[in-house]
Protein backbone atom coordinates (compact mmCIF):
# COMPACT_ATOMS: atom_id res chain seq x y z
CA UNK A 1 0.00 0.00 0.00
CA UNK A 2 1.18 3.14 -0.48
CA UNK A 3 2.19 5.79 1.57
CA UNK A 4 -0.18 9.66 0.28
CA UNK A 5 2.40 12.20 1.09
CA UNK A 6 1.03 16.02 2.24
CA UNK A 7 3.10 18.73 1.60
CA UNK A 8 7.17 19.13 0.52
CA UNK A 9 8.52 16.61 -1.59
CA UNK A 10 7.20 12.92 -2.66
CA UNK A 11 8.60 9.96 -4.77
CA UNK A 12 6.86 8.00 -7.14
CA UNK A 13 7.34 5.32 -9.37
CA UNK A 14 6.71 6.38 -12.79
CA UNK A 15 7.56 3.62 -15.43
CA UNK A 16 8.29 4.21 -18.49
CA UNK A 17 8.65 1.42 -21.49
CA UNK A 18 7.73 -1.23 -19.05
CA UNK A 19 10.91 -0.09 -16.75
CA UNK A 20 10.63 1.14 -13.55
CA UNK A 21 11.48 4.92 -13.42
CA UNK A 22 10.45 7.23 -10.38
CA UNK A 23 10.56 10.38 -10.22
CA UNK A 24 10.50 13.66 -7.28
CA UNK A 25 7.51 15.54 -7.52
CA UNK A 26 5.59 18.07 -5.09
CA UNK A 27 3.57 15.55 -2.66
CA UNK A 28 0.55 17.28 -3.72
CA UNK A 29 0.51 15.38 -7.26
CA UNK A 30 0.32 12.46 -5.24
CA UNK A 31 -3.13 12.74 -4.18
CA UNK A 32 -4.79 10.71 -6.83
CA UNK A 33 -1.16 8.85 -7.74
CA UNK A 34 -2.70 4.75 -8.66
CA UNK A 35 1.04 4.07 -8.03
CA UNK A 36 3.97 3.27 -5.43
CA UNK A 37 4.97 6.88 -3.29
CA UNK A 38 6.44 7.89 -0.51
CA UNK A 39 7.05 11.69 1.47
CA UNK A 40 10.45 12.19 1.55
CA UNK A 41 10.93 13.26 5.03
CA UNK A 42 8.75 9.77 5.72
CA UNK A 43 11.74 8.28 3.69
CA UNK A 44 14.15 9.61 5.39
CA UNK A 45 13.16 8.54 8.53
CA UNK A 46 13.55 5.46 7.61
CA UNK A 47 15.80 3.74 9.93
CA UNK A 48 19.39 2.04 8.95
CA UNK A 49 21.90 -0.12 9.76
CA UNK A 50 24.87 2.07 12.02
CA UNK A 51 27.49 -0.70 11.24
CA UNK A 52 26.67 -0.84 7.66
CA UNK A 53 26.35 3.03 7.48
CA UNK A 54 30.18 3.25 8.50
CA UNK A 55 31.38 0.69 6.41
CA UNK A 56 29.90 2.22 3.45
CA UNK A 57 31.66 6.00 4.43
CA UNK A 58 34.89 4.18 4.97
CA UNK A 59 34.89 2.96 1.45
CA UNK A 60 33.87 6.68 -0.03
CA UNK A 61 36.08 8.26 1.72
CA UNK A 62 38.69 5.99 0.40
CA UNK A 63 37.80 6.46 -3.38
CA UNK A 64 37.46 10.07 -2.71
CA UNK A 65 41.13 10.14 -1.06
CA UNK A 66 42.45 8.12 -4.56
CA UNK A 67 40.44 10.46 -7.00
CA UNK A 68 40.63 14.05 -5.68
CA UNK A 69 42.85 14.49 -2.76
CA UNK A 70 45.17 16.12 -4.61
CA UNK A 71 43.15 18.88 -6.25
CA UNK A 72 43.61 21.26 -4.05
CA UNK A 73 45.92 22.28 -1.44
CA UNK A 74 47.26 25.43 1.08
CA UNK A 75 50.44 27.06 -0.31
CA UNK A 76 51.63 25.12 3.02
CA UNK A 77 50.71 21.41 1.34
CA UNK A 78 47.86 21.36 3.38
CA UNK A 79 45.12 18.87 0.86
CA UNK A 80 41.87 20.28 1.07
CA UNK A 81 40.55 16.48 1.86
CA UNK A 82 42.87 16.36 4.96
CA UNK A 83 41.90 19.37 6.28
CA UNK A 84 38.66 19.68 5.56
CA UNK A 85 38.02 15.53 6.48
CA UNK A 86 35.68 16.22 9.20
CA UNK A 87 32.70 18.30 7.41
CA UNK A 88 33.26 16.26 4.34
CA UNK A 89 33.05 12.82 5.56
CA UNK A 90 29.56 14.46 7.36
CA UNK A 91 28.43 14.81 4.40
CA UNK A 92 29.40 11.85 3.09
CA UNK A 93 27.49 9.92 5.73
CA UNK A 94 24.80 12.06 4.90
CA UNK A 95 24.68 11.03 1.93
CA UNK A 96 25.16 7.40 1.86
CA UNK A 97 22.49 7.47 4.88
CA UNK A 98 19.56 8.68 2.13
CA UNK A 99 20.33 5.88 -0.09
CA UNK A 100 20.41 3.11 2.47
CA UNK A 101 17.16 4.46 2.94
CA UNK A 102 15.86 4.29 -0.07
CA UNK A 103 17.26 0.65 -0.34
CA UNK A 104 15.25 0.18 2.82
CA UNK A 105 11.91 1.24 0.93
CA UNK A 106 10.40 -2.11 -0.10
CA UNK A 107 8.73 -0.32 -3.31
CA UNK A 108 11.95 0.97 -4.66
CA UNK A 109 13.96 -2.10 -3.35
CA UNK A 110 12.00 -4.42 -5.31
CA UNK A 111 11.75 -2.16 -8.89
CA UNK A 112 15.04 -0.88 -8.68
CA UNK A 113 15.47 2.23 -11.24
CA UNK A 114 16.85 5.83 -12.26
CA UNK A 115 15.44 8.48 -10.38
CA UNK A 116 14.46 11.75 -11.55
CA UNK A 117 15.80 15.05 -10.04
CA UNK A 118 12.67 18.02 -8.81
CA UNK A 119 14.11 20.97 -11.55
CA UNK A 120 14.90 24.23 -10.10
CA UNK A 121 15.09 22.54 -6.44
CA UNK A 122 19.05 22.85 -4.89
CA UNK A 123 21.54 20.44 -4.89
CA UNK A 124 23.18 20.78 -1.03
CA UNK A 125 21.07 22.55 1.94
CA UNK A 126 20.85 22.59 5.88
CA UNK A 127 19.18 20.43 7.98
CA UNK A 128 17.61 22.30 11.31
CA UNK A 129 20.06 22.13 14.13
CA UNK A 130 19.79 24.18 17.62
CA UNK A 131 23.14 25.22 17.52
CA UNK A 132 24.01 28.64 17.03
CA UNK A 133 26.65 27.93 14.60
CA UNK A 134 27.38 24.62 13.47
CA UNK A 135 26.29 24.23 9.93
CA UNK A 136 24.37 20.74 9.36
CA UNK A 137 24.90 20.43 5.59
CA UNK A 138 22.79 17.79 3.65
CA UNK A 139 22.08 16.61 0.07
CA UNK A 140 18.72 16.96 -1.03
CA UNK A 141 16.87 14.21 -3.03
CA UNK A 142 17.59 16.36 -5.92
CA UNK A 143 21.49 16.16 -5.15
CA UNK A 144 20.74 12.33 -4.54
CA UNK A 145 19.56 12.21 -7.97
CA UNK A 146 22.27 13.85 -9.70
CA UNK A 147 24.65 11.56 -7.87
CA UNK A 148 23.53 8.77 -9.71
CA UNK A 149 23.24 10.45 -13.21
CA UNK A 150 20.70 12.55 -13.58
CA UNK A 151 20.87 15.84 -15.76
CA UNK A 152 19.99 19.10 -13.28
CA UNK A 153 20.34 21.98 -16.02
CA UNK A 154 18.60 23.95 -14.19
CA UNK A 155 19.53 22.61 -10.83
CA UNK A 156 21.83 25.32 -8.80
CA UNK A 157 23.99 23.59 -6.46
CA UNK A 158 23.12 25.40 -3.44
CA UNK A 159 19.56 25.96 -2.13
CA UNK A 160 18.28 29.77 -1.52
CA UNK A 161 19.50 29.75 1.91
CA UNK A 162 23.17 28.70 1.07
CA UNK A 163 22.92 31.08 -1.53
CA UNK A 164 21.82 33.91 0.76
CA UNK A 165 24.70 33.25 3.07
CA UNK A 166 27.15 33.55 0.17
CA UNK A 167 26.03 36.64 -0.97
CA UNK A 168 26.51 37.93 3.08
CA UNK A 169 30.01 37.38 2.33
CA UNK A 170 32.65 38.59 0.97
CA UNK A 171 35.68 36.98 -1.06
CA UNK A 172 38.35 39.43 -0.11
CA UNK A 173 41.91 38.47 -1.69
CA UNK A 174 43.75 41.01 1.13
CA UNK A 175 46.17 38.86 3.14
CA UNK A 176 44.95 38.83 6.73
CA UNK A 177 47.55 41.48 8.47
CA UNK A 178 50.67 40.15 10.45
CA UNK A 179 50.19 39.68 14.12
CA UNK A 180 52.31 42.95 15.58
CA UNK A 181 54.24 43.06 18.95
CA UNK A 182 54.68 39.03 19.27
CA UNK A 183 57.71 37.89 21.19
CA UNK A 184 58.79 34.49 21.57
CA UNK A 185 56.78 32.08 23.51
CA UNK A 186 57.10 28.80 24.92
CA UNK A 187 53.63 27.30 23.75
CA UNK A 188 50.98 28.16 21.33
CA UNK A 189 47.27 27.37 22.18
CA UNK A 190 44.32 27.63 19.80
CA UNK A 191 40.93 27.38 21.56
CA UNK A 192 37.84 28.13 19.33
CA UNK A 193 35.05 26.58 21.81
CA UNK A 194 34.62 27.55 25.51
CA UNK A 195 35.36 23.91 25.99
CA UNK A 196 38.69 23.80 24.69
CA UNK A 197 39.32 27.33 26.57
CA UNK A 198 38.27 25.18 29.86
CA UNK A 199 40.62 22.82 29.06
CA UNK A 200 43.94 24.43 27.97
CA UNK A 201 43.67 27.26 30.11
CA UNK A 202 44.63 25.60 33.69
CA UNK A 203 47.89 23.99 31.76
CA UNK A 204 48.93 27.50 30.53
CA UNK A 205 48.20 28.74 34.26
CA UNK A 206 50.16 26.07 35.60
CA UNK A 207 53.09 26.40 33.26
CA UNK A 208 53.30 30.46 33.79
CA UNK A 209 53.91 29.06 37.92
CA UNK A 210 56.73 27.20 36.12
CA UNK A 211 58.32 30.79 34.11
CA UNK A 212 56.96 29.54 30.70
CA UNK A 213 55.32 31.63 28.91
CA UNK A 214 52.61 31.04 26.24
CA UNK A 215 50.43 32.85 23.56
CA UNK A 216 46.28 31.81 23.18
CA UNK A 217 45.39 32.15 20.03
CA UNK A 218 41.20 32.69 20.34
CA UNK A 219 39.94 31.95 17.13
CA UNK A 220 35.63 31.91 18.62
CA UNK A 221 33.47 33.40 15.89
CA UNK A 222 30.73 33.09 18.21
CA UNK A 223 30.93 35.54 21.23
CA UNK A 224 29.77 33.01 23.93
CA UNK A 225 32.67 30.69 22.81
CA UNK A 226 35.36 33.17 23.33
CA UNK A 227 38.19 33.05 25.89
CA UNK A 228 38.41 35.32 29.20
CA UNK A 229 40.44 37.59 29.29
CA UNK A 230 43.94 35.47 31.03
CA UNK A 231 45.08 36.73 34.96
CA UNK A 232 48.45 35.65 34.92
CA UNK A 233 50.71 37.86 33.28
CA UNK A 234 52.78 34.99 31.66
CA UNK A 235 49.87 34.71 29.28
CA UNK A 236 48.81 36.48 25.98
CA UNK A 237 45.52 36.33 24.34
CA UNK A 238 44.80 37.23 20.97
CA UNK A 239 42.08 36.75 18.58
CA UNK A 240 42.20 36.21 14.71
CA UNK A 241 41.64 38.70 11.98
CA UNK A 242 38.29 39.84 12.39
CA UNK A 243 37.19 39.22 8.77
CA UNK A 244 39.06 35.77 8.64
CA UNK A 245 35.90 33.90 8.97
CA UNK A 246 33.58 35.30 6.83
CA UNK A 247 35.40 34.46 3.14
CA UNK A 248 33.21 32.88 1.01
CA UNK A 249 34.75 32.04 -2.93
CA UNK A 250 34.78 29.34 -5.38
CA UNK A 251 37.21 26.33 -4.58
CA UNK A 252 39.82 26.32 -7.23
CA UNK A 253 40.43 22.67 -8.42
CA UNK A 254 37.19 21.19 -7.56
CA UNK A 255 35.01 21.57 -10.26
CA UNK A 256 36.08 19.59 -13.20
CA UNK A 257 34.14 18.15 -16.45
CA UNK A 258 32.02 14.68 -16.40
CA UNK A 259 34.06 11.86 -16.29
CA UNK A 260 33.34 8.03 -16.04
CA UNK A 261 35.20 7.40 -12.51
CA UNK A 262 32.42 6.12 -9.87
CA UNK A 263 32.40 4.25 -6.66
CA UNK A 264 30.14 1.66 -5.54
CA UNK A 265 27.40 1.54 -2.87
CA UNK A 266 25.66 -1.08 -2.84
CA UNK A 267 23.48 -1.42 -6.20
CA UNK A 268 24.19 2.20 -6.97
CA UNK A 269 27.03 3.83 -8.97
CA UNK A 270 28.10 7.18 -7.38
CA UNK A 271 30.06 9.56 -9.98
CA UNK A 272 32.95 10.71 -8.22
CA UNK A 273 33.27 14.19 -9.96
CA UNK A 274 29.66 14.97 -9.38
CA UNK A 275 30.08 14.08 -5.42
CA UNK A 276 33.41 16.39 -5.51
CA UNK A 277 31.03 19.60 -7.11
CA UNK A 278 28.67 18.88 -4.54
CA UNK A 279 31.25 19.03 -1.60
CA UNK A 280 32.65 22.14 -3.11
CA UNK A 281 29.63 23.52 -1.82
CA UNK A 282 31.40 22.98 2.07
CA UNK A 283 34.57 24.53 0.80
CA UNK A 284 33.04 27.67 -0.75
CA UNK A 285 30.49 28.58 2.27
CA UNK A 286 31.60 30.39 5.30
CA UNK A 287 30.42 27.97 8.25
CA UNK A 288 32.57 30.19 10.81
CA UNK A 289 34.97 28.40 13.41
CA UNK A 290 33.62 25.14 13.28
CA UNK A 291 33.71 25.08 8.78
CA UNK A 292 35.61 27.45 7.78
CA UNK A 293 35.52 28.05 4.11
CA UNK A 294 38.94 26.79 2.14
CA UNK A 295 39.86 30.62 1.53
CA UNK A 296 39.29 30.78 5.15
CA UNK A 297 41.76 28.15 5.57
CA UNK A 298 44.32 29.32 2.65
CA UNK A 299 44.14 32.84 4.80
CA UNK A 300 44.23 31.90 8.24
CA UNK A 301 47.73 29.41 7.29
CA UNK A 302 49.59 32.44 6.30
CA UNK A 303 48.56 33.88 9.48
CA UNK A 304 49.52 31.08 11.63
CA UNK A 305 53.14 31.06 10.03
CA UNK A 306 53.25 34.39 10.69
CA UNK A 307 52.24 33.70 14.30
CA UNK A 308 54.81 30.76 14.83
CA UNK A 309 57.73 32.49 12.89
CA UNK A 310 57.14 35.34 15.15
CA UNK A 311 56.86 33.15 18.66
CA UNK A 312 58.52 30.31 17.48
CA UNK A 313 56.98 28.14 20.35
CA UNK A 314 58.72 24.30 20.91
CA UNK A 315 54.61 23.58 21.83
CA UNK A 316 51.90 24.03 19.55
CA UNK A 317 48.87 22.51 22.21
CA UNK A 318 45.80 21.74 20.84
CA UNK A 319 42.53 20.13 22.26
CA UNK A 320 41.30 19.09 18.55
CA UNK A 321 43.67 18.39 16.04
CA UNK A 322 41.19 16.58 13.52
CA UNK A 323 38.44 18.91 12.91
CA UNK A 324 39.84 21.91 10.09
CA UNK A 325 41.15 24.14 12.42
CA UNK A 326 43.34 21.51 14.41
CA UNK A 327 44.44 19.97 11.62
CA UNK A 328 45.36 22.74 10.06
CA UNK A 329 47.42 24.17 13.39
CA UNK A 330 48.57 20.54 13.56
CA UNK A 331 50.36 20.55 9.97
CA UNK A 332 51.80 24.21 10.47
CA UNK A 333 53.19 23.05 13.89
CA UNK A 334 55.22 20.17 12.06
CA UNK A 335 56.50 22.68 9.54
CA UNK A 336 57.72 25.20 12.17
CA UNK A 337 59.56 22.51 14.15
CA UNK A 338 57.19 22.52 17.14
CA UNK A 339 55.92 19.61 19.41
CA UNK A 340 52.64 19.40 19.28
CA UNK A 341 50.13 18.42 21.95
CA UNK A 342 46.41 17.52 22.02
CA UNK A 343 44.76 17.51 25.53
CA UNK A 344 41.24 15.34 24.73
CA UNK A 345 38.54 17.61 25.73
CA UNK A 346 35.02 15.62 25.88
CA UNK A 347 34.57 11.84 25.99
CA UNK A 348 34.89 9.51 22.96
CA UNK A 349 33.35 6.42 21.61
CA UNK A 350 33.94 5.04 18.82
CA UNK A 351 30.67 6.02 16.78
CA UNK A 352 31.20 9.74 18.03
CA UNK A 353 33.84 10.45 16.38
CA UNK A 354 33.59 12.31 13.16
CA UNK A 355 36.87 11.44 11.87
CA UNK A 356 38.97 9.12 13.64
CA UNK A 357 42.64 10.44 13.33
CA UNK A 358 45.05 12.08 15.98
CA UNK A 359 47.94 13.79 14.19
CA UNK A 360 49.65 15.24 17.03
CA UNK A 361 52.96 14.10 18.77
CA UNK A 362 51.32 13.79 22.09
CA UNK A 363 47.92 12.75 23.25
CA UNK A 364 46.62 12.91 26.29
CA UNK A 365 43.47 11.19 27.13
CA UNK A 366 41.24 11.45 29.91
CA UNK A 367 40.59 7.75 30.84
CA UNK A 368 42.24 3.75 30.44
CA UNK A 369 38.87 3.00 28.49
CA UNK A 370 40.27 5.75 25.63
CA UNK A 371 43.61 4.06 25.64
CA UNK A 372 42.13 1.74 22.89
CA UNK A 373 40.74 4.35 20.54
CA UNK A 374 43.79 6.58 21.46
CA UNK A 375 46.32 3.72 20.22
CA UNK A 376 44.30 2.78 16.86
CA UNK A 377 43.49 6.79 15.72
CA UNK A 378 47.47 8.02 16.41
CA UNK A 379 48.59 9.13 12.95
CA UNK A 380 51.89 10.60 13.88
CA UNK A 381 55.15 8.12 13.36
CA UNK A 382 56.40 9.22 16.93
CA UNK A 383 52.98 9.59 19.14
CA UNK A 384 53.43 8.93 22.62
CA UNK A 385 49.68 8.47 24.85
CA UNK A 386 49.42 9.79 28.36
CA UNK A 387 46.59 9.17 30.85
CA UNK A 388 46.69 12.33 32.84
CA UNK A 389 43.16 12.90 33.10
CA UNK A 390 41.06 16.51 32.08
CA UNK A 391 42.63 19.70 33.43
CA UNK A 392 39.38 21.05 33.31
CA UNK A 393 37.72 18.75 35.93
CA UNK A 394 40.73 19.64 38.60
CA UNK A 395 38.29 22.04 40.27
CA UNK A 396 35.49 20.27 40.79
CA UNK A 397 36.32 19.20 43.69
CA UNK A 398 36.14 22.99 45.24
CA UNK A 399 32.30 23.21 43.49
CA UNK A 400 29.90 24.41 45.85
CA UNK A 401 27.30 22.25 46.16
CA UNK A 402 25.02 24.23 48.29
CA UNK A 403 25.74 27.46 46.48
CA UNK A 404 24.28 25.38 43.63
CA UNK A 405 21.70 23.87 45.08
CA UNK A 406 20.28 27.23 45.52
CA UNK A 407 20.79 28.30 42.01
CA UNK A 408 18.88 25.33 40.64
CA UNK A 409 16.33 26.27 43.69
CA UNK A 410 16.43 30.04 42.72
CA UNK A 411 15.38 28.74 39.09
CA UNK A 412 12.79 26.48 39.96
CA UNK A 413 10.66 28.70 42.23
CA UNK A 414 11.62 32.48 41.81
CA UNK A 415 10.75 34.84 44.62
CA UNK A 416 8.83 33.46 47.73
CA UNK A 417 7.46 29.92 45.93
CA UNK A 418 8.37 26.71 47.09
CA UNK A 419 10.78 24.59 45.08
CA UNK A 420 10.59 21.24 44.35
CA UNK A 421 12.07 18.35 47.05
CA UNK A 422 14.30 17.24 44.69
CA UNK A 423 15.88 18.31 41.23
CA UNK A 424 16.87 16.81 38.06
CA UNK A 425 19.34 18.53 35.40
CA UNK A 426 19.55 17.89 32.17
CA UNK A 427 22.25 18.85 30.22
CA UNK A 428 21.55 18.73 26.39
CA UNK A 429 23.50 18.61 22.96
CA UNK A 430 22.78 20.49 20.14
CA UNK A 431 20.77 18.50 18.70
CA UNK A 432 18.10 18.72 16.28
CA UNK A 433 14.36 19.46 17.43
CA UNK A 434 12.93 15.95 16.84
CA UNK A 435 15.43 14.22 18.95
CA UNK A 436 15.29 17.01 21.69
CA UNK A 437 11.57 16.86 21.81
CA UNK A 438 11.96 13.11 22.11
CA UNK A 439 14.29 13.40 25.02
CA UNK A 440 12.56 16.03 26.74
CA UNK A 441 9.35 14.12 26.32
CA UNK A 442 11.66 11.01 27.87
CA UNK A 443 12.65 12.96 30.57
CA UNK A 444 9.25 14.70 31.63
CA UNK A 445 7.09 11.40 31.65
CA UNK A 446 9.75 10.17 33.52
CA UNK A 447 9.68 12.61 36.07
CA UNK A 448 5.96 13.03 36.72
CA UNK A 449 5.67 9.05 37.21
CA UNK A 450 8.20 9.27 39.83
CA UNK A 451 8.01 9.06 43.36
CA UNK A 452 8.38 12.63 44.91
CA UNK A 453 8.40 16.59 44.24
CA UNK A 454 10.49 16.70 41.02
CA UNK A 455 11.57 19.54 38.95
CA UNK A 456 13.86 20.23 36.08
CA UNK A 457 16.55 21.72 35.47
CA UNK A 458 17.78 22.36 31.71
CA UNK A 459 21.62 23.06 30.68
CA UNK A 460 21.62 24.26 27.25
CA UNK A 461 25.17 22.97 25.48
CA UNK A 462 27.72 26.30 25.35
CA UNK A 463 26.96 25.85 21.07
CA UNK A 464 23.54 26.01 21.62
CA UNK A 465 20.88 28.10 21.15
CA UNK A 466 18.28 28.03 24.27
CA UNK A 467 15.34 29.52 22.62
CA UNK A 468 14.38 25.67 21.62
CA UNK A 469 13.34 24.93 25.09
CA UNK A 470 10.66 27.50 24.97
CA UNK A 471 7.83 25.28 24.53
CA UNK A 472 8.70 23.07 27.39
CA UNK A 473 7.98 26.36 29.48
CA UNK A 474 4.88 26.69 28.34
CA UNK A 475 3.65 23.29 29.16
CA UNK A 476 0.97 22.87 31.56
CA UNK A 477 1.02 20.62 34.50
CA UNK A 478 4.19 17.88 35.52
CA UNK A 479 7.19 18.54 36.65
CA UNK A 480 8.16 22.31 36.80
CA UNK A 481 10.56 22.93 34.60
CA UNK A 482 13.50 25.89 34.17
CA UNK A 483 16.33 27.15 32.06
CA UNK A 484 19.48 27.58 33.17
CA UNK A 485 21.74 30.74 32.33
CA UNK A 486 23.74 29.76 29.33
CA UNK A 487 26.70 31.27 31.16
CA UNK A 488 26.60 28.60 33.81
CA UNK A 489 25.91 25.16 32.07
CA UNK A 490 25.74 22.16 33.58
CA UNK A 491 28.88 22.64 35.02
CA UNK A 492 27.72 25.25 37.17
CA UNK A 493 25.05 23.37 38.39
CA UNK A 494 24.66 19.95 38.67
CA UNK A 495 26.91 19.67 42.18
CA UNK A 496 23.73 20.68 43.34
CA UNK A 497 21.56 18.49 41.93
CA UNK A 498 19.23 15.24 43.08
CA UNK A 499 20.25 13.60 39.49
CA UNK A 500 22.11 14.51 36.00
CA UNK A 501 20.35 13.17 32.84
CA UNK A 502 22.40 13.13 29.50
CA UNK A 503 22.69 11.21 26.25
CA UNK A 504 26.65 11.86 26.20
CA UNK A 505 27.62 15.38 27.55
CA UNK A 506 31.01 15.13 29.39
CA UNK A 507 28.80 16.94 31.86
CA UNK A 508 27.53 13.00 33.15
CA UNK A 509 31.41 12.37 33.36
CA UNK A 510 31.80 15.43 36.08
CA UNK A 511 28.43 14.29 37.70
CA UNK A 512 29.57 10.65 38.65
CA UNK A 513 32.61 11.71 39.79
CA UNK A 514 31.24 14.19 41.94
CA UNK A 515 28.78 11.31 43.54
CA UNK A 516 25.91 12.66 41.26
CA UNK A 517 23.37 9.61 39.88
CA UNK A 518 23.53 9.68 36.35
CA UNK A 519 20.80 8.94 33.98
CA UNK A 520 21.56 8.19 30.41
CA UNK A 521 19.04 8.70 28.25
CA UNK A 522 17.84 7.57 24.73
CA UNK A 523 16.17 4.99 22.84
CA UNK A 524 17.37 1.45 22.67
CA UNK A 525 20.53 2.00 19.77
CA UNK A 526 20.59 6.01 20.54
CA UNK A 527 24.51 6.39 21.51
CA UNK A 528 25.79 7.49 25.20
CA UNK A 529 28.74 7.43 26.98
CA UNK A 530 28.33 3.96 28.21
CA UNK A 531 29.27 4.95 31.86
CA UNK A 532 26.56 2.50 32.51
CA UNK A 533 29.06 -0.48 31.66
CA UNK A 534 31.38 1.60 34.32
CA UNK A 535 28.84 1.36 37.09
CA UNK A 536 28.69 5.22 36.89
CA UNK A 537 25.10 6.06 35.52
CA UNK A 538 22.39 4.07 35.16
CA UNK A 539 20.43 3.37 31.07
CA UNK A 540 17.51 4.63 30.47
CA UNK A 541 15.04 3.40 27.57
CA UNK A 542 11.88 5.11 28.27
CA UNK A 543 9.75 7.16 30.49
CA UNK A 544 9.35 3.72 32.96
CA UNK A 545 13.01 3.75 33.09
CA UNK A 546 13.64 7.40 34.12
CA UNK A 547 10.88 6.99 36.78
CA UNK A 548 12.22 3.60 38.23
CA UNK A 549 15.66 5.56 39.07
CA UNK A 550 14.37 8.66 40.46
CA UNK A 551 11.68 6.60 42.47
CA UNK A 552 14.58 4.65 44.28
CA UNK A 553 15.53 5.51 48.13
CA UNK A 554 17.91 8.36 48.15
CA UNK A 555 20.62 5.94 51.02
CA UNK A 556 23.71 6.38 50.32
CA UNK A 557 25.28 4.04 47.68
CA UNK A 558 28.33 2.18 48.30
CA UNK A 559 31.38 4.26 46.49
CA UNK A 560 32.60 3.58 42.84
CA UNK A 561 35.61 1.64 43.21
CA UNK A 562 38.34 4.02 42.07
CA UNK A 563 39.26 1.55 38.84
CA UNK A 564 36.11 2.74 38.00
CA UNK A 565 36.17 6.07 37.94
CA UNK A 566 39.71 5.78 36.35
CA UNK A 567 38.64 3.51 33.30
CA UNK A 568 36.40 7.05 32.68
CA UNK A 569 38.58 9.37 33.62
CA UNK A 570 42.03 9.51 36.09
CA UNK A 571 40.71 12.43 38.57
CA UNK A 572 43.35 13.28 40.93
CA UNK A 573 42.92 17.23 40.94
CA UNK A 574 46.50 17.34 39.25
CA UNK A 575 45.77 17.35 35.42
CA UNK A 576 46.55 20.52 34.41
CA UNK A 577 49.79 20.20 36.04
CA UNK A 578 50.55 16.84 34.47
CA UNK A 579 49.95 18.30 31.21
CA UNK A 580 52.32 21.01 32.13
CA UNK A 581 55.12 18.88 33.12
CA UNK A 582 54.99 16.95 29.89
CA UNK A 583 55.10 19.96 28.21
CA UNK A 584 58.30 21.31 30.07
CA UNK A 585 59.94 17.34 29.39
CA UNK A 586 59.52 18.06 25.84
CA UNK A 587 61.04 21.49 25.84
CA UNK A 588 63.65 19.89 27.83
CA UNK A 589 64.57 16.35 26.70
CA UNK A 590 65.64 16.23 22.98
CA UNK A 591 63.40 13.85 20.61
CA UNK A 592 63.78 10.20 20.81
CA UNK A 593 62.37 7.71 19.04
CA UNK A 594 59.33 6.15 21.76
CA UNK A 595 56.02 4.44 21.20
CA UNK A 596 54.19 3.91 24.36
CA UNK A 597 51.38 4.90 26.58
CA UNK A 598 52.10 6.89 30.00
CA UNK A 599 49.87 7.22 33.21
CA UNK A 600 52.07 10.25 34.17
CA UNK A 601 53.98 12.57 32.91
CA UNK A 602 57.71 11.84 32.41
CA UNK A 603 59.50 12.88 35.61
CA UNK A 604 56.70 13.08 37.56
CA UNK A 605 55.66 11.76 41.05
CA UNK A 606 53.29 8.99 40.55
CA UNK A 607 50.14 9.20 42.28
CA UNK A 608 49.11 5.56 41.18
CA UNK A 609 51.44 2.79 40.22
CA UNK A 610 53.09 3.79 37.08
CA UNK A 611 52.24 1.41 33.87
CA UNK A 612 55.02 0.00 32.13
CA UNK A 613 53.50 1.12 28.65
CA UNK A 614 52.09 -0.69 25.94
CA UNK A 615 52.72 0.01 22.33
CA UNK A 616 51.14 3.14 20.81
CA UNK A 617 50.24 1.18 17.76
Not at 125 to 138: F, H, I, K, N, Q
Not at 149 to 159: E, Y
Not at 250 to 270: F, I
Not at 461 to 485: E, N
Request: net charge neutral; aromatic share 4%; glycine share 8%.
Amino acid sequence: MSTRPTGGLGLVRSDFAGQPRWALVGSGALDHAQTDCIKATELEGIPVDRQELRDLVENVMGALERYGSSLASTPGGAGWLHVQHVPVRRFVAEILRKLLALDAWVPFASAPGPLALAPYEGLVGLRTSSSREYLAYTVTWSGIAYLLGAAAPHNPTRSAQLRNRSRASTASAEPSPSPSGLRQRDVVALSWTSRHAATLMPVLVELERDGRTSLLLDLATDPAERCPAPKATGIDLRSAPGDLFTLSGTAEGLHLPDDERLVRVKDHNVQLVRLVRLLSVLLETSGGCTQPSWRTLVRAEGWLDSVLAATRPYTVLLSNDTSPLGALAAHAAERHGANTVHVQHGAWTAESVAWPALHSRDIVVMGERDLPLARAWVRHPAAEVHVLGQPRFDVLAGLGREAQRRYLEKMLAPGSRRAPARIAVWACQPFGPDRLKAQADLLLDGLRAADGDWGLVIAPHPAQSADVFSPLLRRDGGPVVAVADPCVGARGCLAGADALASAYSTCGIEAALLGVPVLEIGTPGERTLDLASHGLATRCHNADDVAEVLSAPRDPHPPVPKTATDAVCRWRGDSAAQVARLITHRAETPARPSDHVHHDAPGATSVSPQGEGVPAR
